[in-house]
């Protein structure tokens, strides 16, 4: 009786798990608008997956989750462990549309309580024939269930990658939703929006086949590109890289940035941010040993920031930057900008062999009277950069999210 009575509740548990775990049969009253998928092939694997997530959701509880469809699928449960021992949940399915999503969000990902969702949604609603206009739609729709379940909860909102109009994926119905995209989240700063589309494009916007073979899935490489991609904004997010740095400064170089807070540092005309680790308009962040330029959720927005300190006789200056594919920022020499930005995809300098894409870069500026010599890894950018006789050092946001690190200065005697 005892084994009977156990078996009973296992089935009803087993059948509770399944229970509104398949593909509605028809569109009524479903959210957002656009297709859903019912091939059969896809109602097999919607229904496997998500019965398989749905026994781990207590363990599965407070990861960052990826929704997507089969380029999320495709990074595997643990994303490659492209991040290290972050705890991430994969809740893509191979075929998923935006709609789709919509429809399976309560479950697959608001029951896990994620710390921070990361998604990567539309290409298959193209191939279904949706517009760009319903697809954005349903992406308003998805931001905004997340925020209701918690309004400070991080988004990651990658830009569709390209493909080929031959996948039913044409480069100009791609970049409309992309800047629909952007459109949605202008007013949404717990959203960051990152540019995932530019750095894959060839120059006809389409799908490098040495990433994506079959222009649609990305392989190792695509993959890579991808995590380096979304790692610098995980990192102001808090989520990697929370180890304390361990450089140690050269002699004669004193450090311009503490690495807690930012101190030493102003607006124009405004009363310095000692002790404070965000900048009055929140734009500028000391955190885990990086001063972080962060993603505009406007799209743009130019401002700086400056050392309350000026500089008038002979110094170099050495620095490291990283920024997010497409980034746009600048450093500022006696109040004079030199570009510093994602160079290869942003320019001026789209030609440097050491330039490191998403990763971590260092910019000299040796100040000479009034020219400096400026590189980048050791390659030049300019030779003689002409410059005011005194000023400040600053630095600039506009596009994208740049960290820097490591600000130091050697004053001549």
């Known amino acids: 009786m005892r084994i009977h009575i156990l078996l009973c509740s296992l089935l009803f548990s087993t059948l509770a798990v399944q229970a509104g775990l398949e593909i ?5 009253g479903l959210p957002g608008a656009g297709p859903i998928r019912r091939y059969e092939w896809f109602q097999d694997l919607w229904k496997k997956k998500r019965e398989g997530w749905a026994t781990r959701v207590q363990g599965d509880k407070g990861a960052v989750v990826f929704l997507g469809d089969s380029i999320t699928q495709g990074w595997g449960d643990d994303m490659g462990r492209a991040f290290g021992e972050l705890k991430v949940a994969n809740r893509g399915i191979s075929g998923d549309t935006t709609r789709g999503m919509l429809v399976r969000l309560k479950e697959d990902v608001l029951a896990l309580e994620p710390r921070a969702v990361v998604i990567l949604a539309g290409t298959n609603d193209l191939e279904e024939k949706a517009t760009p206009e319903v697809i954005a739609v349903n992406m ?16 990651i909102l990658c830009k569709v990658f390209p493909a080929s109009a031959s996948k039913s994926r044409p480069a100009d119905a791609i970049k409309k939703i992309n800047g629909l995209y952007a459109a949605v989240v202008k007013d949404q700063p717990q959203v960051t ?10 120059e006809k916007g389409d799908a490098i086949p040495a990433e994506f073979p079959d222009l649609l899935h990305p392989n190792e490489a695509g993959y890579k590109k991808w995590a380096a991609a979304i790692r610098p904004v995980m990192a102001t997010l808090g989520l990697v890289e929370t180890a304390a740095d361990d450089f140690k400064m050269e002699e004669g170089f004193e450090s311009l940035f503490n690495g807690t807070d930012l101190t030493g540092w102003t607006f124009k005309d405004g009363a310095p941010f000692d002790g404070r680790t965000l900048s009055s308009d929140g734009r500028y962040l000391a955190k885990n040993g990086r001063l972080i330029v962060t993603t505009p959720s406007e799209g743009r927005k130019v401002a700086q920031i ?9 110094f170099t200056l050495r620095l490291e930057f990283r920024a997010t594919p497409n980034a746009d920022s600048g450093v500022f020499i006696r109040s004079l900008q030199l570009q510093c930005r994602d160079y290869l995809l942003a320019g001026p300098w789209k030609n440097l062999v050491k330039y490191k894409p998403q990763d971590w870069n260092e910019l000299e500026v040796v100040v000479t009277g009034q020219t400096a010599r400026c590189t980048c890894n050791g390659e030049v950018l300019e030779d003689a950069f002409k410059l005011p006789s005194a000023g400040p050092i600053g630095l600039e946001g506009d596009a994208g999210q740049m960290e820097y690190r490591r600000i130091r200065v050697k004053e001549a005697k």
């Open 140 to 155: 308003k729709l998805l931001l905004a269930a997340l925020k209701t379940h918690r309004a400070d909860m991080p988004v």
């Open 24 to 28: 509605p049969a028809t569109d009524d």
């Open 306 to 314: 400056w050392t309350t300190r000026e500089f008038a006789k002979d």
């Open 193 to 202: 929006l990152v540019e995932t589309w530019k750095n894959f494009a060839d």
